[in-house]
């Protein structure tokens, strides 16, 4: 795709070719230039600084992207030092064969074999930089732990059909917060990102915020030798556009879409949006030479709803996960110089449901009344699957008793306050009841005849009569009472049930290098990408943590590649 495409939808230019690079007024010059200053950014810029190079990082916003508004955990395993601390034992081995049920050949085995290989040295390298990772182990199925626990079972190893071919090892490392701070799961990547960047600024490492790129700069070899950018110049400006941005901020923060009343804040915070940007015209184009190579790590696209409309509509009534600066920018570029990009249709779900643990024991069935998932896996497993092949729709069947026990299970420091709130709303407010399944399948709107069968087949399973299809052991159910039984609506469109989504396509590259590869599955000279904006190990399937380990193993990887590079 080019920017002549009428389904570009981005601000992003078609490319300057100069007939030689003292056609324009180059404003900085550095080796190594990195668009996109989140987690895949920094880990890049401190490798290239370590190498001897003069670095710039380029950021939209204010650095950190979705690595720091995140729950801060990195996927590590293969026997890393905490793993050996907690007492959890894993191989690489062990680690590359959960994973290739989860990758399903995004990458090559040999470099899902890599980055297995250097997951327990990647702790090391990210310890030694700064970042404090702790050992207390939480040993139990969830989707994130009390604020006690840094280390836990971020994904589907717990699970039956999963053992099968590797077997458990919690490799969700948490970057330590103080307990207080640690009783959210959002904004919290910043234990990983915040001591990586002070890291690599004491080495040298130039940032330049709030800098929109726009155009990348090739020579008649189409060799990336530059960009241009569009930043303040005044410094009045600057304060006055980061004010209005940091008050409508706040309003989103404070009042997220389930709060009732949130209309009328989410407008007020998009008033001030606006008058932010009326301020971008102030801006001054700039034009940066890069010596050896740029790397794009600019984030997905899942804030540019038109790309997500455009390439994966199914997802399109999911709630965006990620920063603004998530908005296909970094993608796009690659694309300008030829850059191929991949996957895009391919996104993640997020539909978690544990804990309450007792919401997963008990049944989820779609729309015509049929069970089609062990509802004990991963959050972005069941969202996938729901949205992929059952419309996006789906009922959480329960009854009165495990309703009872959910709000037990998420008692003072069972759950987090936002999974206490999140169940509690959804069994007050968000339920169905009936006292019969004929009047629950008409409250809902799916087959009664498949419903009652699924839910008597269940409760088989339940008391150890029959085994279940999906994988689920006997105590991880529960018998349904049919006299009084539950739905809740857990679609990605549920209005008091949001389920994040985020984008995992991006540019093809080179699984050795990271350099952007075009149509003819050749290196374009200059450019690589890495973290969402590349195909990587996270880029099939989602499990907590991946995306950012993606992220430091990629940055990591092109900055090596560059290293040895000669000056274009």
Not at 183 to 205: E, M, V
Not at 288 to 300: E, F, H, P, Q, Y
Request: aromatic share 8%.
């Amino acid at each position: 795709m080019t920017p002549d495409n009428k389904n570009w939808h981005s601000d992003v230019e078609s490319k300057m070719v100069l007939e030689t690079e003292n056609d324009i007024t180059w404003s900085v010059v550095a080796d190594v230039v990195i668009v996109g200053l989140g987690g895949a950014g920094v880990a890049a810029a401190l490798e290239s600084i370590e190498s001897g190079n003069s670095v710039l990082a380029i950021d939209k916003y204010e650095s950190g992207g979705a690595t720091k508004a995140s729950g801060g955990v990195i996927y590590a395993g293969g026997g890393t030092s905490l793993q050996k601390e907690a007492g959890v034992k894993d191989t690489a081995k062990n680690m590359f064969n959960y994973l290739k049920l989860e990758t399903q050949n995004i990458v090559s085995d040999q470099t899902l074999k890599d980055f297995c290989k250097k997951s327990a040295s990647t702790v090391d390298w990210l310890i030694n930089h700064g970042v404090e990772l702790r050992s207390t182990l939480w040993q139990y199925k969830t989707s994130y732990p009390s604020p006690e626990y840094f280390l836990y079972h971020s994904d589907n190893s717990l699970v039956e059909n999963y053992k099968k071919s590797a077997f458990p090892a919690a490799r969700g490392h948490r970057g330590y917060v103080p307990e207080k701070q640690g009783a959210k799961a959002t904004n919290l990547g910043g234990s990983i990102f915040d001591p990586l960047k002070a890291s690599a600024i004491k080495k040298g490492l130039v940032i330049h915020n709030f800098t929109e790129v726009r155009q990348l700069i090739t020579n008649k070899k189409n060799e990336v030798i530059g960009l241009k950018a569009y930043q303040f110049n005044n410094k009045n400006e600057l304060q006055e556009y980061k004010n209005l941005r940091k008050k409508a901020s706040k309003l989103l923060a404070l009042f997220p879409p389930i709060v009732p009343g949130s209309k009328y804040f989410f407008k007020k915070a998009m008033s001030l949006m606006e008058k932010a940007n009326t301020l971008l015209i102030k801006r001054k184009e700039v034009y940066i030479r890069c010596n050896k190579g740029i790397i794009l790590s600019a984030g997905g696209f899942v804030f540019n709803r038109r790309m997500v409309e455009y390439y994966a509509p199914k997802y399109k009534d999911g709630y965006p996960l990620g920063t603004e600066g998530d908005n296909g920018s970094g993608i796009r570029l690659g694309q300008s110089v030829g850059g191929i990009a991949k996957n895009m249709d391919r996104m993640t779900a997020w539909r978690f449901i544990n804990p309450p643990i007792s919401f997963a024991k008990g049944m989820i069935i779609n729309t015509d009344g049929k069970r089609f998932i062990n509802e004990m896996v991963y959050g972005a497993t069941l969202g996938v699957e729901m949205t992929e092949h059952h419309n996006g729709s789906a009922w959480m069947i329960l009854d009165k008793v495990l309703v009872k026990k959910s709000l037990e299970d998420v008692k003072k420091k069972k759950a987090l306050a936002f999974q206490r709130a999140l169940a509690k709303l959804n069994i007050y407010f968000g339920s169905k009841k009936a006292n019969s399944v004929t009047k629950l399948a008409r409250l809902i709107g799916v087959n009664a005849k498949n419903l009652e069968k699924e839910i008597l087949k269940y409760n088989k399973i339940a008391r150890g009569e029959i085994l279940d299809p999906f994988g689920k052991t006997k105590y991880e159910t529960k018998e349904l009472n049919l006299n009084n039984i539950v739905a809740i609506d857990i679609s990605l469109n549920a209005k008091l049930f949001p389920c994040p989504t985020l984008s995992l396509g991006g540019l093809s590259v080179n699984e050795k290098t990271g350099s952007v590869l075009n149509n003819q599955n050749t290196s374009i000279s200059g450019l690589y990408a890495a973290g969402r904006n590349a195909i990587g190990v996270a880029s099939w399937s989602y499990v907590s943590g991946l995306s950012i380990a993606d992220c430091i193993y990629s940055g990591r990887r092109a900055a090596t590649s560059i290293n040895n590079k000669k000056k274009i």
